[in-house]
């Protein structure tokens, strides 16, 4: 019988992830006895199915994990690799050379290690609703002074961008990471706050395109 801190520690999980994950398989069917606490147990002579996935679809996970890989931080890359290892080490034999054999390749040479480590940083003031102050280069190459409100990334193909709540301008606004100069998050979070919330600039964007704004 295994603990569920004992299989957090070798998954490198948290023990709320592995109550979830076992609820999950009980309702599928597995056979697992046991409670929280306690321990758990899986019947013997039970096998899981093997991951079945479709040859298109094996590719579109691996192109995934390269896109990640190239053009993401070293966090993200580490994790996408991870989690197709895994994949790999379920899937049936006559699919795995589908892994190693894609020819779809994601090449990262426009992404520099100052935006990767930027990406990194934002990603974590988003999760934490920390603020961040930042000076930020225009189109016109002007230079303003910025606190912000990190709401969310996007990937556009050979550019990242941030979208977030300018206190500046009290609008929402899109920054290019590669202008951004210096930049700091100085641990002052923000709470939800009706119209300032990535829902609402969402809200905001469908309006503009049917012409309401």
Known sequence: M???????????????TVYRDIADLVRSGVPIAGEAGVGYTLRRGFDLPPLMFTEEEIE???????VVSSWADEGLAKAAESALARIEAALPDRLK???TGSRLFAPGFHV??????????????IDARQKVHLDYTDADGAVTERTIRPLGLFFWGN??????????????????LDRMQAMD???????????????DFFRKMESDEHGEW
């Open 60 to 66: 579109a996970l691996v192109l995934g994990t390269r």
């Open 185 to 199: 998050v100085p641990g002052e979070t923000f709470g939800p706050e009706p119209g300032k919330e990535l829902d």
């Open 97 to 99: 050379v589908k892994v």
């Open 2 to 16: 295994l603990t569920a801190a004992a299989m957090a520690e070798d998954l490198e999980v948290s023990e709320r």
């Open 159 to 176: 550019k990242w961008s941030l979208t977030a709540w300018c206190e500046l301008r009290n609008d929402f606004r899109d920054f290019r």
């Open 112 to 125: 520099s290690h100052a935006i990767a480590g930027t990406l990194a940083e934002l990603r974590k003031a």
